[in-house]
């Protein structure tokens, strides 16, 4: 089966630009999950979908992130304006609905902010 | 509030050297607990979970972690390290349906 897709790999901006970030989930897979790696630092979970729906996002950092999962697949999540905090690894997981299922993750969006 | 703590940020190994992470959470509930592993240019991947039984569990690639619940830790360990298990080490336990990871150790395996 394919696995979590995230796109782009990398992605450089200037401070007060806009980025979205994309995530595509393994087919089937109901729940959908961000977490961001800022340098040095461990991996902090930014929010979860169940479907289209926003389970929990309290680790969102503030109002400048929207993340969206229209239709229950894939989902983006858009930092505007950018900040230079906002560098670091966002990392997309996915996993089944039931319970214990273990969470695949994407390879990471690297985003930097200049 | 949930927190994991890795003991080491960088561990340096030669071949064939034993090898021991030390990982330490806080949590008040039940806990499920995990190694993740994220090799240079790859996705995190799962190593091992600990939800619940035996609390020495073993995972993929010779890896093994015991759970002990009287010292809040999860050591991830191996006896023989090779010069393909450079990578670095995430810890973290799960609560209400998401992970909180550790800092993460670097491991380098010298040949």
């Known amino acids: 089966e394919a696995g979590v897709t995230q796109f782009p790999s990398h992605s450089v901006i200037e401070k007060g630009q806009t980025v979205t970030l994309r995530c595509d989930p393994i087919s089937g897979h109901d729940n959908l999950y961000w977490y961001r790696r800022v340098m040095g630092k461990e991996i902090k979970f930014l929010l979860h979908f169940v479907k289209e729906s926003k389970q929990d996002e309290s680790g969102m950092p503030n109002n400048r992130f929207l993340a969206e999962r229209t239709g229950g697949t894939y989902s983006t999540l858009k930092v505007q304006p950018a900040e230079l905090e906002d560098s670091g690894v966002y990392f997309c997981?996915?996993?089944?609905?039931?319970?214990?299922?273990?969470?695949?993750f994407g390879n990471g969006t690297r985003l930097t902010v200049t | 509030a949930q927190s994991v703590s890795q003991h080491n940020h960088h561990v340096i190994l030669s071949e064939a050297a034993s090898l021991e992470l030390g990982c330490n959470y806080s949590?008040?509930?039940?806990?499920?607990l995990f190694w993740y592993v994220q090799y240079p240019g790859q996705h995190l991947q799962l190593l091992l979970k600990?939800?619940?039984?035996?609390?020495l569990v073993k995972g993929i690639k010779g890896f093994e972690a015991e759970f002990i619940k009287s010292k809040f830790s999860f050591n991830l360990r191996k006896p023989s390290v090779q010069w393909s298990d450079t990578a670095e080490y995430f810890c973290a336990v799960e609560g209400a349906q998401k992970l909180v990871f550790g800092q993460g150790t670097r491991l380098t395996i010298n040949p």
């Open positions: 997981a996915s996993s089944q609905g039931n319970g214990n299922s273990p969470l695949h």
């Open positions: 600990y939800f619940s039984g035996d609390p």
């Open positions: 949590y008040g509930g039940t806990v499920n």
